[in-house]
């Protein structure tokens, strides 16, 4: 049996990326990589049975990289931790053809200008997601260092988020009576 790596994360509600960069900092975290922006195609069945595992196919381009992803069902917690398969593929277009060869679609889109943070020392890692809904701040590490640089932020664990950006998006929606598209900047 292989031991799969496992994603542990939060998100955190920012009122914008200029407060959400000030909290990383005064905790202490370091610019790691630039604001960049990311298309995201999350990949189904036409019955979403992906979507009704709880399971998701991405298909993202973060500048010049792209890469597929595949995570799992969520651990029910305070925190949401899944398995995270990922892999750099150098043609995203024949990759998303291949994937529509074997029976899935593009189910939903979601785009994000991201910003990645990390302490001089120690495991984690910090981003800025600035999205159509709004900013947010994932902490992505152990369980224990992510309650801990959340509270040095000054957030509590009622703070927590561990929907995902679809989830959060349809929310968006509903709560604004708007019909659900995708998650872009411009509408599409």
């Not at 914008?16 to 610019?31: N, P, Q, V």
């Not at 979403?48 to 709880?54: I, K």
């Not at 990922?86 to 277009?93: A, K, N, Q, R, W």
């Not at 495991?123 to 900013?135: C, K, S």
Request: with cysteine; hydrophobic share 40%; charged share 30%.
């Amino acid at each position: 049996m292989t031991h799969s790596p496992t994603e542990t994360e939060i998100k955190l509600a920012a009122p914008d990326a200029r407060t959400a960069r000030k909290l990383l900092r005064s905790a202490g975290f370091i610019l790691a990589r630039g604001r960049v922006f990311e298309s995201n195609v999350v990949f189904d069945t036409p019955r979403l049975t992906l979507r009704r595992a709880s399971t998701l196919l991405r298909l993202r381009q973060a500048g010049r990289l792209s890469t597929v992803t595949f995570k799992g069902k969520p651990v029910a917690g305070k925190h949401k931790s899944r398995e995270e398969l990922e892999l750099t593929v150098t043609d995203p277009s024949t990759i998303g053809a291949i994937f529509e060869r074997l029976g899935y679609r593009p189910a939903f889109r979601y785009e994000k200008y991201r910003t990645e943070y990390r302490l001089a020392r120690g495991a984690g890692l910090a981003m800025v997601d600035e999205t159509p809904i709004g900013t947010y701040v994932e902490l992505e590490g152990s369980p224990a260092w992510i309650d801990r640089l959340a509270a040095r932020m000054g957030f509590e664990e009622s703070d927590y988020i561990t929907a995902s950006y679809a989830r959060l998006y349809l929310d968006w929606c509903r709560a604004r009576r708007i019909k659900p598209g995708n998650m872009a900047f411009q509408a599409t």
